[in-house]
């Protein structure tokens, strides 16, 4: 049985991309989705409504090893028919990669970080199972903060700030992050730099 | 996705024989489709996986089949695509904007994929469609027969001198 994904496509992936935008051009925002998706576990709502937005035949779809371990093809199935997207065969041939933060190890340097002439031909990490206002406080500055926000999530890897810090030196080139709760997204473009303690 | 790699033949056996009947229920009309349904099948539970869409295709097109491919026109197609409760997938897609029409072609679609529903399908649906469709075909082509006129030209003596 596959689940249904948008019961109004046309108006709820445009207002799910408007709050992804506003997302990644304020980072540390909470954007809540709003929306009573029921994808197949462990895909959470809000990671579907997002990966159901952005991605379409053209965007090749890296999925973490959990997903396949806690419910074999059904997250799988479900993205791909209804999105078209192909699956990547390694992480650093996707332009999307879907993440569990509790299930999986999360590594930013395993994906793809784009060229020096084609910087956008990265990969967009969505790491589901984030809580926020959990953790240790994270400082963001950089493009799209005013100052400096402050940011609570977890879990994190442990050497996060070291793996953000790696991926921020590589910057035009370098990978996106947007974590995903059960229903809320945080948006972490390449170009904020996170300072503070994860754990 | 649900096809899975089989031996080459036996495969393309089966997609021709789906593209035939996808084809035919694409063409059928309303009560062609409903009322087998009903009266067979009134218990198939059909349940929408996506929304029931109109929208353009580009047709494309070969001059004399084997010419340059170019973009003849775009058209206006509904595609419904739906799942029975015993699992089977089906899509109609239909030229318009007949909602109705293009989910009774998906259900059927998923009807014909019952290994123990395809009989009935073939004799209660595609069968009747088929033959309406080829009484049309005749007809059309009877008429436009009808208006042949046969050019000849007459050899003028003064030419041929």
């Known amino acids: 049985m596959t689940a249904p994904a948008f019961a109004d496509p046309v108006f709820q992936s445009q207002a799910v991309f408007r709050g992804i935008m506003r997302a990644m051009a304020t980072p540390g925002t909470i954007f809540d989705v709003g929306l009573a998706l029921a994808p197949p576990a462990p895909l959470t709502p809000a990671a579907a409504a997002a990966l159901l937005t952005l991605m379409d035949y053209e965007t090749p779809l890296w999925i973490a090893p959990s997903f396949a371990a806690a419910s074999g093809r059904a997250v799988a199935d479900y993205l791909v028919f209804h999105t078209g997207a192909p699956l990547a065969r390694s992480p650093d041939k996707a332009v999307f990669a879907l993440v569990d933060l509790v299930a999986d190890e999360l590594r930013l340097a395993d994906f793809a970080p784009g060229s020096a002439e084609y910087p956008d031909r990265s990969t967009t990490i969505l790491a589901q199972g984030a809580a926020f206002g959990e ?6 500055a950089g493009p799209g903060v005013d100052g400096e926000a402050e940011l609570r999530a977890a879990p994190l890897p442990h050497d996060f700030l070291a793996q953000w810090a ?18 809320e997204l945080v948006g972490l473009p390449r170009s904020v730099a996170i300072s503070g303690e994860a754990r | 996705m649900t096809n899975q790699p089989q031996t080459a033949k036996p495969a393309n056996e089966a997609v021709a024989a789906r593209k035939r009947a996808m084809g035919l229920f ?12 009903d009266r067979l099948w009134p218990n198939c539970q059909a349940r929408d996986l996506k929304p029931i869409e109109t929208g353009l295709v580009m047709l494309r097109g070969r001059i004399g089949g084997d010419g340059a491919p170019f973009n003849a026109g775009e058209a206006t197609v509904t595609r419904a695509i739906v799942e029975l409760a015993s699992g089977e997938r089906g899509y109609g897609h239909v030229l318009g904007r007949d909602g109705a029409r293009a989910r009774l072609a998906a259900i059927a679609d998923a009807l014909w994929q019952r290994p123990e529903a395809r009989g009935d399908v073939e004799a209660a649906m595609l069968a009747p469609i088929a033959e309406r469709l080829a009484a049309e075909g005749a007809k059309t082509r009877a008429e436009t027969a009808a208006t042949r006129v046969e050019f000849f030209t007459l050899v003028r003596g003064e030419d041929n001198t």
């Open chain 2, 26 to 37: 694409a063409r059928a009309t309303v009560a062609e489709l409903a009322e087998p349904i």
């Open chain 1, 135 to 140: 953790g240790a406080s994270l400082r963001l």
């Open chain 1, 166 to 183: 790696a991926n921020r030196a590589r910057f035009p080139l370098g990978v996106d992050l947007i974590l995903a709760s059960e229903a």
